[in-house]
């Protein structure tokens, strides 16, 4: 799987736009890219997840750049429950293999009031 | 039921002593995912399954570590000999193998080995 480059941490005001930068610049044609959090003392908890087309849920929003190359996690209106770490992960969900994530170190958020 | 279910969720046990950790997936899911998150650490694969495939055991650290999938449902992951280093929060995780592929997280089953 594709290697990720995130910042470290990042602080956002609660009720504002959370952008969070994602780089996968060695992503190939067939790896998704996934967003998890982890909340502290929780387990990672799905966010979304898309292959080159921009993806919404009622979470977040997914961009990723027109050459893949990265991606940014937009969260329309932080709140103080936000507050976890972000993980980007590239992976291949092929259909008979297990294409475990592999987590990096994530970007912790903190909103702050 | 509605999310993977993981028991027990606290767990402290004497060194040397032997611990079992269940996890319920979500039904129908057929992959299998263990992990382990050391305090203050990331998250660490240790093992996965895929219906009757041989499953993956890539990632368990030392051969006191072992796991079960019976039925293709419930697993157990076995800790034998538990040592000081084994306290971490275990995580089971479960999926479809299909299109997206998105993999689902339990809370975690705590263990302290003191």
């Known amino acids: 799987d594709a290697k990720t480059t995130q910042p470290p941490s990042m602080d956002c005001a609660e009720g504002r736009a959370a952008n969070l930068p994602c780089n996968h610049s060695t992503i190939s044609g067939n790896e998704y890219v996934y967003w998890y959090r982890q909340i502290h003392s929780q387990g990672p908890q799905y966010i979304i997840h898309g292959l080159k087309n921009n993806e919404t849920n009622e979470m977040a929003s997914l961009i990723i750049t027109e050459d893949r190359k990265s991606s940014t996690l937009i969260l329309p209106h932080a709140t103080l429950r936000d507050t976890a770490v972000y993980y980007c992960i590239v992976r291949v969900p092929l259909k008979a293999a297990g294409n475990k994530l592999t987590f990096g170190g994530g970007t912790r958020v903190l909103v702050k009031p | 039921g509605a999310g993977v279910s993981q028991s027990p969720s606290n767990k402290v046990t004497e060194k040397g002593k032997d611990v079992e950790l269940r996890c319920d997936p979500i039904s129908g899911h057929t992959a299998l995912y263990w992990y382990r998150q050391s305090l203050g650490q990331g998250l660490e694969f240790l093992i996965y399954?895929?219906?009757?495939?041989?499953?993956?055991k890539s990632g368990l650290p030392s051969d006191r570590f072992s796991a079960e999938r019976t039925g293709g449902s419930v697993s157990t992951l076995t800790i034998q000999r538990t040592q000081q280093e084994d306290s971490a929060v275990y995580l089971c995780?479960?999926?479809?193998?299909?299109?997206?592929?998105?993999?689902?997280f339990g809370e975690g089953s705590w263990l302290t080995v003191v």
């Open positions: 399954f895929q219906g009757n495939s041989a499953p993956d």
């Open positions: 995780a479960s999926s479809l193998i299909g299109r997206g592929n998105t993999i689902y």
